[in-house]
């Protein structure tokens, strides 16, 4: 299965500012997501990432506040844009591999003060 | 929007029990995961199931498709402190929606006492 590494593993950031995460897959992949992890709870997708297009954002997510880039096939980033203390969660990449496997980066865990 | 319910949200058990977690929909998903996540970590695929009625076994763990794709068990058989993590259910498709997106249950946090 594909090796993510995502980056930064945390931050702490003053509110109003905008933090980028990267998201480096050891594999060509078609499929890549963007989750939230709130405390506590599960995962939530926020958008599917597509190369050479606009991402697919779900409902409650929009490219203002989460804009992504994908430029080629092995490589993603998620901004949070204007980040309040609601923003403050788990980050997660997430790519789609053979079998329907899905394999996970190890999240960004955001602090927003 | 396609639901997954999970249960329980938390167990606490001691070593060596037996433990049966459900995740339970009315959607049909094309294939179902579980996940086992630990703190500070994302999640590690453990199994996937696609043929309704499926049943895979792993170790201790037993994984249970149910007939009609709707609904999906783990068991864990006599628990370890190791075993101790999030565990969460996840589908992906079904008619009239992505088959490539995941939607996942809300986990059940398993605690295994030594």
């Known amino acids: 299965s594909a090796v993510i590494s995502q980056k930064p593993s945390r931050d702490i950031c003053q509110r109003g500012t905008s933090l980028t995460i990267q998201c480096q897959v050891d594999?060509?992949?078609?499929?890549m997501f963007w989750y939230r992890q709130q405390p506590g709870q599960s995962l939530t997708l926020i958008a599917t990432?597509?190369?050479?297009?606009?991402?697919?954002?779900e409902s409650g997510f929009v490219i203002d506040k989460f804009p992504i880039s994908r430029p080629n096939l092995t490589f993603s980033t998620l901004t949070v844009s204007n980040m309040s203390p609601e923003d403050s969660s788990i980050y997660l990449c997430?790519?789609?591999?053979?079998?329907?496997?899905?394999?996970f980066g190890s999240g960004t865990r955001l602090t927003v003060v | 929007t396609q639901l997954l319910e999970q249960s329980p949200q938390f167990l606490s058990i001691q070593e060596g029990e037996n433990l049966t977690v459900y995740c339970n929909s009315s959607s049909v998903f094309s294939s179902l995961q579980w996940y086992r996540q630990e703190p500070g970590e994302g999640p590690v695929l453990l199994v996937t199931v696609v043929t309704g009625g499926e049943v895979k076994k792993l170790k201790r763990l037993t994984f249970q498709f149910g007939d009609a794709r709707k609904d999906s068990s783990l068991h864990i058989t006599a628990a370890q402190p190791g075993d101790t993590g999030l565990y969460l259910c996840a589908g992906a498709g079904n008619s009239g929606g992505s088959n490539y997106k995941l939607t996942f249950g809300k986990g059940t946090l398993l605690t295994v006492n030594p």
């Open positions: 594999s060509q992949v078609t499929m």
């Open positions: 990432a597509n190369q050479g297009s606009e991402a697919t954002y």
């Open positions: 997430s790519v789609r591999g053979a079998g329907e496997s899905y394999t």
